[in-house]
């Protein structure tokens, strides 16, 4: 191998401030961009948490790793851990539920048999789901105290983000995995075109992350209830009652009930797409009744405008914070206390309520990427929204 010379040394050079540049202006127009509650959304009737996030759930972490290169890298890795420990060592009680299965989803199986979570969540690409689950293996086995350790069910989750990312690349490592899961924090999230919501799409916008929270009041348990999610699908855009999609003429098979008006800026695979779902809670809830509370999370999914079409993932992973399970060899009873059936109902609402107001977070945080081919998906038009908006009043 030839060593670099100055020129080549220069150019990487260049290449690199161009990214470094790119990643700051992406990250500074969704600093600008609002949340659903800064312009006058305000779905359900719940109160939202101190940060209206995922993390309003004591001891929830979550952390991005974001992949913009050059012009056809548009992806990156999020991780959810439901807390800061060894989640090896002190599982979390989990379900998981499918809306509709068209993903490849990792970990699920196990999850559903034991009604545990024993890694942190991670959310990627479609194609990058099997780096995803060797780096959380390796990340979860290089922990302290899991020497021994000879078997561990990592959960991911994926939307596809090929119109965007060079998917077919594969150009998520193992390296960008653990820098998600590293990152990890309490706090604010950060949401819109960032992490494994970099390259996705929603309703013909730009989708990404997004999160919100619930607290019920003392009088209904007082508990708490997050959403995260991947938005990555079609539909016919409703926000907190008003047809946005419809007003602003942008909704699935548009091109084919309206042809007069023009086609849909993205006409392949309209309706099509993935969400991921996280929900946590506080609330100590058995694995039947987290499952029961997933259920829930595709109701909130509904009131957006999505009808989970053929070709769309939607899976919710749920998890409580309460009732850690210890990996004690020589314990063979667990003991905890277990909300009651008739103790569910404003849980449920709760679950409902987050997952609509996480996905209008995701397309409002989320701002416009060109990537893959030259394919462009443009953010929400704030301007037309607020108008929207405005006249509801």
């Not at 299965?101 to 024993?118: D, Y």
């Not at 539909?235 to 946005?244: A, S, Y």
């Not at 059936?341 to 849980?347: F, G, I, K, V």
Request: glycine share 12%; hydrophobic share 40%; proline share 5%.
């Amino acid at each position: 191998m030839r060593p670099p010379t100055s020129r080549s040394i220069g150019y990487a050079a260049f290449w690199l401030a161009m990214i470094i540049s790119f990643t700051a202006n992406v990250a500074a127009a969704q600093d600008s961009r609002p949340r659903a509650r800064d312009i006058g959304l305000t779905p359900g009737i719940l109160p939202p948490g101190p940060l209206n996030a995922i993390t309003d759930v004591a001891g929830v972490q979550v952390g991005h790793h974001t992949l913009i290169k050059g012009k056809s890298i548009r992806t990156g890795v999020t991780a959810i851990r439901p807390h800061g420990g060894n989640l090896f060592r002190e599982k979390v009680p989990a379900a998981v539920y499918v809306g509709n299965g068209f993903g490849k989803a990792a970990g699920f199986l196990q999850v559903q048999e034991l009604g545990n979570i024993e890694s942190p969540i991670i959310l990627t690409n479609t194609l990058s789901v099997g780096t995803a689950v060797a780096a959380g293996v390796q990340w979860s086995l290089d922990q302290r105290g899991n020497e021994e350790v000879r078997s561990v069910n990592v959960v991911v989750g994926e939307t596809n983000d090929g119109y965007l990312n060079d998917i077919r690349g594969q150009h998520v490592t193992a390296k960008d995995v653990i820098a998600a899961i590293e990152a990890a924090a309490s706090g604010p999230v950060a949401e819109g075109s960032i992490g494994a919501g970099t390259g996705t799409r929603a309703f013909g916008w730009k989708g990404g992350i997004g999160t919100a929270s619930r607290i019920l009041p003392s009088s209904l348990g007082g508990y708490t209830v997050g959403a995260l999610v991947q938005s990555n699908f079609g539909g016919i855009l409703t926000m907190d009652g008003l047809p946005v999609g419809e007003l602003m003429g942008q909704y699935s098979f548009h091109d084919q009930i309206e042809p007069e008006t023009g086609t849909a800026p993205h006409p392949e695979g309209q309706g099509d797409g993935s969400c991921m779902m996280v929900l946590a809670t506080d609330a100590p809830l058995s694995p039947r009744n987290l499952e029961r509370l997933a259920k829930r999370a595709v109701l909130g999914l509904a009131r957006t405008g999505s009808f989970m079409s053929n070709g769309s993932g939607d899976f919710v992973i749920a998890f409580s914070t309460t009732n850690r399970i210890p990996d004690e060899a020589n314990a063979s009873v667990v003991e905890g206390t277990h909300l009651r059936n008739d103790a569910m109902s404003p849980l449920f609402l709760a679950a409902v309520e987050t997952v609509e107001e996480a996905v209008y977070n995701s397309l409002l945080k989320a701002t416009t990427v060109t990537g893959r081919a030259g394919h462009t998906v443009e953010a929400i038009p704030l301007e037309s929204l607020l108008e929207i908006i405005a006249g509801r009043r």
